[in-house]
């Protein structure tokens, strides 16, 4: 009975050792024939060549401009105010009209002061006859040479009393300190006005200033008598002037420099404080190498473009200048006639063959 025991439990661990010797075999032999098959596997097909557009470098011309908000401002400008408090008698202008320098505007009431005016004038003749009385008095000792200086002084006196009367006299008028074109009108004849009171303004708008600013790296490009353009709201006309005032203090804001421009308006079709978009032109260049800013490829140290050289794709590093919407120029490294890529500058490689898509 033991014996058969031992029998069946010999056979058992036969059986399981040929199952184990089986998948050792087979795994041996699957791994045998992955090796001995891989390189076969592989695709036989090459890849397909890379097709990429490219740019014929030649020159153009290049003009270098910067845009700034500007807004107009009038040459000169007044409020009309008295001088001294009063009533207004006659207003001598139209509201919106051309005035000239020394041209009457308004008259205050003065009739007081013309009335002072000749009693202060009579008072000074009077003076004056008992000075000459009295320096003939002097003469033969008939009075104290004090007595007579006395009245020499009053007579001065007068004298400057009736300058002081013909001053405020003349402030009682009031005139136009430059030629221009007048605003509205505050007041009406018969008003009491004070030196506070605005009666009108008066503005000079041929010529115009013209206020903007720049960014502060311009400050040493822009100078005085440079031209600039600009273009007003609602207003399809170029108007042009010339810069004749720059601000020596860089805003601590903006980091901007404000400069002034004077801008002829003979044809009067354009108002003070009107917006205006301002542009100045930097530089002319009339052979400029321009190239489209993609296919620049930017470093940490330099800058690079792929052109092509014998059919194949070189690298070669570029100096860039001034940049537009779309293009920037290239002031070293490419000359009139080299190909550049455009696109798939990514993908290349120093030396790869080139396949072109496309040739501007």
């Known amino acids: 009975?033991?014996?058969?025991?031992?029998?069946?439990?010999?056979?058992?661990?036969?059986?399981?050792?040929g199952i184990v010797i089986f998948f050792v075999y087979k795994k041996l032999t699957a791994n045998g024939n992955k090796d001995t098959a891989g390189p076969a596997a592989g695709p036989k097909n090459p890849s397909k060549q890379l097709l990429t557009d490219a740019w014929v470098v030649k020159t153009s011309a290049l003009e270098q401009s910067i845009e700034a908000s500007g807004t107009l401002q009038s040459?000169?400008?007044?409020?009309?105010?008295?001088?001294?408090?009063?009533?207004?008698?006659?207003?001598?202008?139209?509201?919106?009209?051309?005035?000239?320098?020394?041209?009457?505007?308004?008259?205050?009431?003065?009739?007081?002061?013309?009335?002072?005016?000749?009693?202060?004038?009579l008072q000074q003749q009077l003076a004056r006859t008992t000075l000459e009385r009295q320096e003939n008095l002097l003469k033969i000792n008939g009075i104290s040479r004090q007595d007579v200086d006395v009245t020499r002084n009053q007579v001065s006196a007068y004298g400057a009393d009736i300058e002081y009367t013909l001053t405020q006299l003349q402030k009682t008028e009031l005139r136009a300190p430059f030629s221009g074109r007048l605003g509205l009108r505050n007041v009406s004849e018969g008003a009491i006005v004070s030196s506070a009171s605005v009666i009108t303004t008066l503005q000079q708008i041929d010529p115009l200033k013209m206020d903007f600013a720049v960014a502060e790296k311009y400050r040493n490009v822009i100078k005085t008598g440079d031209q600039v353009s600009f273009f007003v709201a609602g207003d399809t006309k170029e108007y042009k002037g010339s810069i004749?005032?720059?601000?020596?203090?860089?805003?601590?804001?903006?980091?901007?420099?404000?400069?002034?421009?004077?801008?002829?308006?003979?044809?009067?079709?354009?108002?003070?404080?009107?917006?205006?978009?301002?542009?100045?032109?930097?530089?002319?260049l009339p052979d400029a190498i321009m190239i489209p800013s993609q296919a620049v490829i930017p470093g940490t140290r330099d800058k690079k473009v792929i052109v092509a050289d014998s059919g194949r794709a070189k690298f070669v590093v570029v100096e860039t200048g001034i940049r537009t919407e779309s293009n920037v120029q290239i002031t070293n490294g490419l000359k009139p006639g080299d190909t550049v890529i455009t696109t798939g500058i990514l993908q290349l490689k120093p030396g790869m063959p080139l396949k072109y898509n496309k040739v501007q």
Not at 1 to 17: D, E, F, P, Q
Not at 252 to 273: D, E, H, I, K
């Open 1 to 17: 009975m033991s014996n058969s025991k031992k029998t069946i439990r010999n056979i058992i661990l036969l059986v399981a050792a």
């Open 75 to 121: 040459n000169e400008e007044v409020e009309i105010k008295p001088e001294i408090n009063g009533r207004i008698i006659h207003l001598y202008f139209k509201e919106g009209t051309n005035v000239r320098k020394g041209d009457l505007l308004v008259k205050i009431y003065d009739e007081d002061l013309r009335a002072q005016l000749e009693k202060l004038k």
């Open 244 to 284: 004749y005032a720059i601000d020596p203090k860089i805003d601590l804001t903006t980091r901007t420099v404000r400069l002034r421009a004077m801008v002829p308006n003979n044809s009067g079709t354009l108002f003070p404080g009107s917006f205006a978009k301002v542009q100045i032109a930097l530089k002319n």
